[in-house]
């Protein structure tokens, strides 16, 4: 490893953040060279120790969702100060953090065939748009907000409990 030849050097970090480019439509057509930057960020943070220990993290920032019917407001807690009433017909609207951790702890435990990484920040924003969603034919009905983001957070962790270890998951 390159840092092993600098004495002073006892860990190296590196952050990658990829913004993904999404092709632009004019006059309801796809442009054949016209591309808007994504909002999204997919993040990887990688720290390796000179004794070989190892750390990567990754996620996805800013994910925006939006679902403009299938949403209520209902069955939260009522006080004094709650003016708004139930409702089973909203529009809902949410942005998305979620960070997980790999398992691998050691540079000897990296797999020896490529490990995609951006195949599995794909497959976990695939989880969380599905969840949020639901089929594209008929949706999902949601009585909250937090219970969308709940299920959304119990659905990544379900489906990928063997590959990631999840660090932290902010689902705003």
């Given at each position: 490893?390159?840092?092993?030849?600098?004495?002073?050097?006892?860990?190296?970090?590196?952050?990658?953040?990829?913004?993904?480019?999404?092709?632009?439509?004019?006059?309801?057509?796809?442009?054949?060279?016209?591309?808007?930057?994504?909002?999204?960020?997919?993040?990887?943070?990688?720290?390796?120790?000179?004794?070989?220990?190892?750390?990567?993290?990754?996620?996805?920032?800013?994910?925006?969702?939006?679902?403009?019917?299938?949403?209520?407001?209902?069955?939260?807690?009522?006080?004094?100060?709650?003016?708004?009433?139930?409702?089973?017909?909203?529009?809902?609207?949410?942005?998305?953090?979620?960070?997980?951790?790999?398992?691998?702890?050691?540079?000897?435990?990296?797999?020896?065939?490529?490990?995609?990484?951006?195949?599995?920040?794909?497959?976990?924003?695939?989880?969380?748009?599905?969840?949020?969603?639901?089929?594209?034919?008929?949706?999902?009905?949601?009585?909250?907000v937090q219970n969308t983001l709940y299920l959304m957070a119990r659905?990544?962790?379900?489906?990928?409990?063997?590959?990631?270890?999840?660090?932290?998951?902010?689902?705003?």
């Amino acid at each position: 490893m390159v840092y092993s030849l600098f004495e002073q050097v006892s860990e190296a970090a590196v952050t990658i953040v990829e913004r993904p480019w999404e092709r632009v439509a004019v006059d309801g057509k796809p442009h054949s060279h016209g591309f808007k930057l994504g909002s999204e960020k997919h993040t990887t943070e990688v720290t390796v120790k000179k004794s070989g220990s190892l750390l990567i993290n990754s996620g996805i920032q800013g994910y925006s969702l939006l679902k403009t019917t299938q949403s209520g407001f209902e069955g939260f807690m009522r006080d004094r100060y709650t003016l708004l009433p139930e409702t089973r017909e909203r529009i809902v609207a949410t942005e998305v953090t979620a960070w997980w951790r790999y398992p691998f702890e050691h540079i000897s435990q990296l797999p020896s065939k490529p490990f995609c990484f951006t195949q599995r920040y794909q497959d976990v924003k695939k989880v969380l748009a599905d969840t949020f969603f639901g089929p594209s034919d008929v949706g999902v009905y949601s009585p909250s907000v937090q219970n969308t983001l709940y299920l959304m957070a119990r659905e990544v962790l379900t489906r990928f409990a063997a590959e990631i270890w999840p660090l932290l998951c902010y689902l705003l």
